[in-house]
């Protein structure tokens, strides 16, 4: 899916992993696609930020919600614990992964999709073919987490007080002054 994601695209989704990875969560919502949309240069991050999304604020609001739902940091704990049940030490396999290829290299579980963030993705598609774009960029990502209709990412939405109708009308009036101002070939 990701080969069609514009190098932006990636890096939003690369920052969304390295979130959900700092915050010792073993999966990646909305949230953590949100907080990597803010944090990356793009059209989804000009916009959330002219909506007053800043990337503190995201990040605080979404770890206030998770705890309130009761979701906790376990760093994949018990995926580490089951590796060491039968004698296979990640923590030395960390070590020598960052001695080997740098710090940061390794990351284990690498954390997967939850439900609501691969409807997120699969939306982004979609939205990119309504707005017949091939590539698939960070304003897509943003308009599929908006369609999405549920998430964390909406929760943390609404506690800012950003409007997610208005910001989806920015963002596809965004996407038409830039395709405006596109060269026709």
Known sequence: MF??????????VVASQDVAISLGHDFIG?????????QTAGTAGEVLRRHGVELSQAREQSVRLLQEAGVTAT???AAKDALASIGIDVAEIQRRADDTFGPG??????????????????LTVREAADLGSEPIDTEHMLLGLLAAG???????LAALGV??????????????RQSSAEPQT
Do not use: C, N, S, W
């Open 150 to 156: 549920e998430g964390i990412a909406l929760q943390v």
């Open 30 to 38: 909305t949230e953590h696609m949100l907080i990597g949309l803010v």
């Open 75 to 77: 760093g994949a704990l």
């Open 3 to 12: 080969d069609r994601f514009t190098e932006l695209a990636k890096r939003a």
């Open 105 to 122: 290299a390794f990351h284990f579980p690498r954390p997967a999709y939850t439900p609501e963030a691969k409807k997120a993705l699969e």
């Open 163 to 176: 409007d997610t109708a208005a910001l989806r009308r920015d963002v596809l009036d965004q996407v038409a």
